[in-house]
Structures are given as structure tokens and as C-alpha cells.
């Protein structure tokens, strides 16, 4: 069965530190998708990231930038100078490639950033 | 463009009542849908998933039931809620590409059971 762990509940920083979310998960396919999910207090989901199990190169995009680790099966997610606005709540997911491609979430991590 | 409705954006339903949420999908045809619950201080779950008219996968064993009479609708329902019902639900839409199919939100229902 596929599982995603986000262990950090919460996080709470200054605006303008650095932060970084963790992401661990668990499949049996060799091949899968990973994703990162920003859902403002609004409620909606915004897509972030989509990484294939195949490529390895970490990503910046901005401000934002992301570390994927096949082998230790992590997939973390870095905030650099954080803004008030980088408040929300942070989902890591994990999807199969074939069939339905049904994303399995974390729990998500609370961060607040404060001014 | 594609787009994805979802009604009521909220609701309060007493203890044993019944629910309907509705998605519809513009712009778009045969996509595959589904239906997410977020229970407070909680991750995402998903309930059903739908790859065509009247094709109904359910993940989780509970008090609700999904239906797709139309192509592009989406529904969940219950006959009696239970305070556990409570949650917001997220509908969202996919359409085969042959590679990876993203998934789309709707804005969400936020139901609270009381």
C-alpha cells in the first residue's frame, strides 16, 4: 500500500527564514508520481510541483525549491526568505502511474509565517 | 478552458439527515473524477473515483455514496449523516493523456454535521 508521512504538524517561523517541509513515503511500484499541494485558508488546492520516481534533479522554482531522494524515499520541500503570504497548509502526494493515478496525501504540515 | 463547480460551498446538516454535494466539470469530456475528504487537522482522503457514467470506485468503507448520472457530474450523498461526516470535500477531475493525467480541484464543500 502506497503512504505518505509528513511528520511536521506544525511550523511556525519568522518571515524571511528559511524553511524546509519533510516528505517520506512508501510505495511498492517502481515507478510513481510526487506532488506538492499549497492550500491557502481559502481551502483550494494549488498545485506546485509534480516529480516523476525517475528523475532525481532537485528543482527550484523562485523562492521555492525541492529535494528528492529515491533512496531514502523523501521529498522535501524548502522555502527560502519566507513571506507572510507562504502561509498555509503544505500536502505532499504520491500517485500511481497506471490506472486511476489516485493521489494518496500526507497530512499535511501547518506553516505559519510571521512578520 | 476547463472548469469545475462544486455546490454548496457550505453546509450545515443536523445529526441524521441527508446530504447531496454536486460537481460538475465544464469544457471537458469523459475526464475521470473524484471525491476527497478533509476531516479537521487532517490530511486528504479520497472517498470515490469515477472513470466513466455510472463507474463508481469506492476506497473507504463508510456512510456515504457516490453517483455519476451524467458525464460530466458528480455526486456524494448520504441517507443519514453522522457527526463524523463532518469535513471539507474536495471534487476534482482528471482526463486521460497517456502519460500523467493532473488532477484538478473544484473550490470545496464544507460540511459541518451537528
Known amino acids: 500500500a502506497q503512504k505518505v508521512t509528513q511528520a511536521q504538524t506544525e511550523i511556525s517561523v519568522v518571515e524571511k527564514e528559511d524553511v524546509t517541509l519533510d516528505c517520506v513515503y512508501e510505495?511498492?511500484?517502481?515507478?510513481?508520481?510526487l506532488f506538492w499541494y499549497k492550500q491557502p485558508p481559502s481551502g483550494e488546492l494549488v498545485f506546485l510541483i509534480r516529480?516523476?520516481?525517475?528523475?532525481?534533479q532537485n528543482e527550484i522554482s523562485g523562492r521555492y525549491s525541492w529535494n528528492f531522494q529515491k533512496s531514502t524515499s523523501s521529498f522535501n520541500f524548502t522555502i527560502t526568505a519566507s513571506q507572510v503570504v507562504d502561509s498555509a497548509v503544505y500536502f505532499c502526494?504520491?500517485?500511481?502511474?497506471?490506472?486511476?493515478?489516485?493521489?494518496?496525501f500526507g497530512q499535511g504540515t501547518r506553516l505559519t509565517i510571521n512578520p | 478552458s476547463q472548469t469545475i463547480h462544486q455546490w454548496p460551498a457550505t453546509l450545515v446538516q443536523p445529526v441524521g439527515s441527508p446530504l447531496s454535494l454536486e460537481c460538475t466539470v465544464e469544457?471537458?469530456?469523459?475526464?475521470?473524477l473524484y471525491w476527497y475528504r478533509q476531516a479537521a487537522g487532517r490530511g486528504l482522503q479520497l472517498l470515490f473515483y469515477?472513470?466513466?457514467?455510472?463507474?463508481i470506485s469506492s476506497e473507504v468503507p463508510q456512510n456515504l455514496s457516490a453517483s455519476r448520472p451524467q458525464d460530466r457530474q458528480f455526486i456524494l450523498s448520504s441517507k443519514k449523516l453522522l457527526l463524523s461526516d463532518s469535513g471539507f470535500y474536495l471534487c476534482?477531475?482528471?482526463?486521460?493523456?497517456?502519460?500523467?493525467?493532473?488532477?484538478?480541484f473544484g473550490p470545496g464543500t464544507r460540511l459541518t454535521v451537528l
Open positions: 502526494a504520491l500517485s500511481e502511474v497506471r490506472g486511476a493515478q489516485k493521489l494518496v
Open positions: 469544457g471537458t469530456s469523459n475526464p475521470n
Open positions: 516529480r516523476n520516481s525517475f528523475d532525481e
Open positions: 469515477s472513470v466513466g457514467i455510472g463507474q
Open positions: 476534482a477531475w482528471s482526463v486521460d493523456s497517456g502519460s500523467y493525467n493532473e488532477q484538478f
Open positions: 510505495t511498492r511500484d517502481t515507478t510513481y508520481y
